[in-house]
């Protein structure tokens, strides 16, 4: 762990196995822009570590003893840190645990990475997630949103009608949103300016009551406004 700037972000690795931890870790302190400052092995140890530390985001794993990674993501986004904001969470995963994606991202999630993902998608992944950029990193997690989308039960999803409180100009906002596209090409596309789309995104996730980008895209695809592939 290295001396932390304001230019730095810092990340926390939360993971009961030590080798990924170490392998994250090794990754991410190459980064001249990163610095890991918290390493624990399950989510109890961490909500410990992170009330003292101050931290960017976590990679924060599903699977622990003690306390599982959904239990202390809903727990550490629903608390303000240190300086008062809550660290942003990225969720590891693998394919086969599909079913907590859903759970994660009404936890707080606001993202996913695959643990076999390639070190630059981890990168961009953490980079992208401190941003709150538009674009839903890791690809990943479109890719797990898409399968989502395909296998969750009817029963279980948004019904259409909570998009009918969005204007023309919103939905199609909200599409473009859904389908990975940034502030600026978002403005590009619609030819309006970048602080128009900004105002747009901000009333779209006030009237879905979506907490970000993330949950807002699984609206998308739950309520049908946008199908996988498209």
């Known amino acids: 762990m290295t001396t932390n700037d304001t ?4 990340v926390a690795l939360v993971d009961d196995q030590q080798l990924v931890r170490a392998g994250f870790a090794m990754v991410i302190g190459s980064q001249p822009d990163m610095d890991v400052v918290v390493e624990a ?11 003292s530390h101050l931290v960017d985001v976590v990679l924060m794993d599903v699977r622990m003893p003690t306390m599982d990674g959904l239990a202390a993501t809903a727990e550490l986004t629903g608390t303000p840190g240190p300086a008062g904001v809550a660290p942003k969470v990225i969720i590891l995963t693998t394919f086969d645990l599909d079913e907590y994606v859903l759970q994660a991202i009404k936890a707080g999630a606001s993202g996913f990475l695959l643990k076999d993902a390639p070190p630059e998608e981890m990168l961009a992944a ?11 990193a890791p690809s990943s997690t479109r890719r797990l949103i898409e399968h989502l989308a395909d ?34 090409e978002i403005a590009a596309q619609l030819y309006v300016a970048e602080a128009t789309v900004k105002t ?20 998308a695809y739950e309520t049908g406004l946008v199908t996988p592939g498209s």
């Open 151 to 184: 296998v969750l039960p009817d029963e279980q999803k948004t019904p259409p009608a909570i998009l009918d409180s969005l204007t023309d100009r919103e939905r199609e906002v909200f599409v473009l949103m859904a389908r990975g596209r940034s502030n600026t």
């Open 200 to 219: 747009h995104v901000g009333r779209v996730l006030a009237k879905l009551g979506a907490r970000d980008r993330v949950q807002a895209v699984v609206v």
């Open 7 to 10: 230019s730095t972000i810092r």
């Open 126 to 136: 953490v980079r992208t997630v401190h941003r709150g950029d538009a674009v839903i």
């Open 41 to 51: 092995g399950d989510g109890a140890q961490a909500l410990r570590l992170l009330g």
